[in-house]
C-alpha cells in the first residue's frame, strides 16, 4: 500500500473506537460514561463498568500500584466461558485544579483508549483495550478507567535483561541479543510509523514469554504518547534517551549492546555505520541532558 492510503485507512479506523458499532458499544450510567469491546459486553463486566472502584476492593483483585495520580489493578473475569484477566488503570482525582484543568479536556482513560487504537490499526503491539470510563460531576472530570487485557506470563524488559546478566551463560546471551533486536524493531516499527511514545521506560515494555513461542513484546503506558504523520528526529531521540536513561547499568547493557541496538533500529548492516554514531551521539547527550537534573551520570 501507499503511505497515503494507509494514512487514510488509519483515519477511518481512527474514529471506529467512538462509535457503537459490529467491534463496540457505548457505555452511560448515572456516574460513568465510555466505551467497550463488544465481545466483552456480559453481566460480569458490565457490574464492573458500574462500580469500577469496588472493584479494587474485592477479594480476587491484586491491586499492583495505588499512587495519589493513578492506581492499577489485575482481575479475573469470565468472558465466554474463558478465563481471562484484565488489567485496570485508574487515573485519580486530584484537586480542584486537576478539575479546572479537564473541563474542556478529554480525559485520560478516552485519550489513551483512542491511542491504543491508532497503535493497533498502525500493528504495533500494546495489550488489547477492552474498554475505557470517565466520571464527571456536570462537566467536571472526577476519574477516568482504561481497562486492557492482561498479558500472561509477561515481564517487563528491564527484569529480563536483569537476568539475562546474572546468568551469562552462552544461551543466555544469546537471548540478550536476541530481546536487543526484537526491542529495536519494535521501536524502529513505532516511530516509522508516527508514534512517539514519551515515556518510552524498559518499565513500559512487557515480553511475553511462552513456552515454545517467540517472545512477544508490547508497549504499554501511553499516557505521553503522541501520533503524527511523521516524526522528528528530535522527537525519535527524545525516546531513545528515554529509553537509555532506564537502563543505566553497562555491566547489564553494554556500550557494544547499546550499538548494536541502534544498528538494528537504523536498520544498517554495520554498528560502524555513519548513521549510528550520529545517533548515538545525539542520544548520548540527550540522555546526559536528562540525567543532570537528578545528578546522575551515563559513564559508557
Ligand atoms: N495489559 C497488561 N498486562 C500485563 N501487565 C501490564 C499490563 N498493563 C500494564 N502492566 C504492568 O503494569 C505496570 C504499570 O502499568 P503502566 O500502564 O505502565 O502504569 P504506570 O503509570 O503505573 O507506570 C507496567 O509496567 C506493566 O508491568
Ligand atoms: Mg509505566
Redesign the pocket.
Known sequence: MTDRMMIKQWRKRNKRCMKSNKYFESFKSNTHKGFIKRDFCNDEFLDLMHNPDRTFSQPAVSI??D?HT?S?C?MPIKIGGRKVEV?I?RYNYQNIFYALKNLFRTSRGKRVWKVAHRLISRNIPT?LPISFLEQRKGRFLIKSFFI????DQ?L?LHTLLQESFLNAQIETIKNKNVLIQQTARLIRAMHDRGVWHGDLKS??I?VEKKDGQEDKL?L??L?STRIKTRLERKDKIGDLARLNVSLLNTRIVSTPDRLRFLKYYLNVSKKRDIRVRDYWKEAVLKTQKKLRKSGRKFIT
Open positions: 499492583i500500584k499512587s493513578t492499577s489485575v488489567h488503570k495489550p486492557t487485557q492482561k498479558i509477561s517487563p518499565a513500559n512487557l508490547y504499554v503506558d499516557d
